[in-house]
């Protein structure tokens, strides 16, 4: 390959791997900006929702492409239960405290964890009859790995336009959502002043809770996208994922959906290159890096608005 295609299939490679952390980011920085909470487990959530997407594929036997329709009817449906049932049963009695909550979600990242190592023992041939709970587990390749540009070296596959066929249209849909309808609207005045938005009758505890059910739902779609582009999942993926998607979220300007959605395609960009052209062990090194210019120079993230602290 020439030095031109090697850069663009880095650049294809970033594309798809950033798409997947711009969907996770988005889970991080709606609830951030609905109540000011970084959900540490978001990124534990998405590890559960990889495991709900490999036990479908051995308990319902999919082996055809057409599968994929089945697990992202159900995993983002899974997902976004689990997201709304931690919020109903621990972070909703924690509001209105400032550590209480963030520590909460340390815990509840950490039965996430443990939960997803139990998960892996299940006795099941996809994950490998339950001997090595720890152990990565191989997803079955739904998607053909073909090249869909046959006559040139630059591979270009359906697994990479699965990723741009269902991350943009949902990006997209949610922007409309947020702006255009009249549940958005409600997510944005609890965003700008919760007790403002009460006294106007909003259902504050009902819009937060649908703000989590979308946020987990968008993690898991991620997690079947991720699953069927990688076919590699572990019980501690959770970790690289979550600190990806929240330094997309914190570069980007944690609070703004453009603003993820540009920090989880840089940093997917920043990670393929850095990967091809310098050293993969450096790669994590230099995105943590560059996140610590940006927020020197400009704190609210590249897309956050400036707001004044009150004192």
């Known amino acids: 390959m020439s030095g031109g295609e090697v850069l663009l299939q880095q650049l294809i490679i970033g594309l798809s791997n950033g798409m997947i952390i711009a969907l996770i980011a988005l889970g991080y920085t709606m609830v951030y900006g609905i109540i000011e909470l970084i959900n540490f487990a978001h990124g534990d959530l998405f590890m559960l929702g990889c495991f709900c997407a490999l036990t479908l594929v051995g308990a319902l036997g999919l082996e055809h492409t057409g599968s994929v329709i089945v697990l992202l009817a159900v995993v983002p449906v899974f ?8 919020d109903r049963l621990a972070y909703r009695h924690l509001r209105g405290q400032k550590l209480a909550p963030l520590v909460s979600a340390i815990g509840v990242s950490f039965v996430f964890l443990n939960f997803g190592l139990f998960w892996g023992g299940l006795p099941m041939n996809v994950f490998g009859g339950g001997k090595a709970a720890a152990a990565p587990k191989d997803f079955p390749s739904l998607v053909s790995n073909a090249n869909l540009l046959s006559e040139s070296n630059v591979l270009f596959t359906a ?28 997510m944005r005045a609890v965003a700008q002043d919760r007790v403002a938005a009460q ?58 959906l453009p603003g993820a959605v540009l920090g989880g395609l840089f940093i997917g960009f920043v ?41």
């Not at 997902?79 to 931690?86: A, D, H, K, R, T």
């Not at 697994?159 to 409600?186: E, N, S, Y």
């Not at 991720?226 to 979550?242: C, E, K, P, V």
């Open 79 to 86: 997902c976004g239960g689990m997201n709304w049932l931690v």
């Open 199 to 256: 006294l106007m009758g909003i259902p504050v505890d009902r819009v937060i809770g649908q703000t989590f059910l979308i946020g987990g739902g968008l993690a898991g779609v991620a997690s079947v996208i991720f699953s069927l582009y990688n076919n590699t999942i572990y019980f501690q993926m959770g970790y690289r994922a979550g600190m990806d998607a929240f330094t997309a979220a914190v570069l980007g300007g944690i609070g703004s």
């Open 159 to 186: 697994k990479d336009l699965m990723v741009v066929a269902i991350t943009i249209p949902l990006m997209i849909a949610l922007t409309l959502f947020v702006k255009r309808t009249r549940a958005g609207k409600a």
């Open 271 to 311: 990670r393929a290159i850095s990967d091809q052209y310098i050293a993969t062990r450096w790669t994590n090194v230099i995105v943590f890096a560059i996140l610590i210019l940006v927020l020197v120079f400009r704190p609210s993230g590249i897309l956050g608005a400036r707001h004044r602290e009150k004192v």
